[in-house]
């Protein structure tokens, strides 16, 4: 009966330890803050955001939103916005826009592996193809790395 008792408060202590045990979040390790100065609401993506992966927002012209990872991952994540046309462009091509930021995490810290540039953003001033009728602009304040600030424009565009 002793057996059956110790065995019973055994079970009993475990559970408690299990439920009364509190994991924390992994702290954040990059930041992209995103400020829409276009004229009309855009959307953006981290594929692994603060402890979820593939979360949407949505950013209302004139405002800001700040993406954040915990990755602490080689493969990190990817930021991705897309900014819509100008209103004053009727029939607007393409209908929006793509610009990525990726990053990945090592030797105890996030990097950039690949900006804006590299992964080929559009449609810009550079980067766009024959029959784009408009462009974004996006500005930096300061570097391109991990914890950044990134400012959304856009107007029409002709070649």
């Known amino acids: 009966m002793a057996a059956v008792a110790f065995l019973f408060s055994g079970c009993l202590s475990y559970k408690h330890y299990e439920h009364s045990e509190k994991v924390g979040s992994d702290p954040v390790t990059v930041t992209?803050?995103?400020?829409?100065?276009?004229?009309?609401?855009f959307t953006v993506n981290c594929t692994w955001c603060v402890d979820a992966k593939n979360q949407t927002h949505t950013v209302k012209a004139g405002t800001s939103y700040t993406l954040q990872s915990n990755t602490h991952d080689a493969s990190g994540t990817v930021f991705?916005?897309?900014?819509?046309?100008?209103?004053?462009?009727k029939q607007p091509d393409p209908s929006e826009g793509t610009f990525q930021m990726t990053y990945g995490y090592w030797n105890g810290a996030a990097h950039v592996t690949c900006d804006d540039i590299c992964n080929n953003s559009n449609p810009t001033e550079k980067i766009h193809y024959k029959g784009c009728n408009w462009v974004f602009d996006a500005e930096f304040t300061g570097s391109k790395g991990t914890n950044a600030t990134v400012t959304f424009t856009t107007k029409p565009f002709s070649e």
């Open 80 to 89: 991705t916005v897309h900014p819509k046309p100008p209103l004053s462009v």
């Open 32 to 41: 992209l803050k995103v400020i829409n100065k276009t004229d009309q609401d």
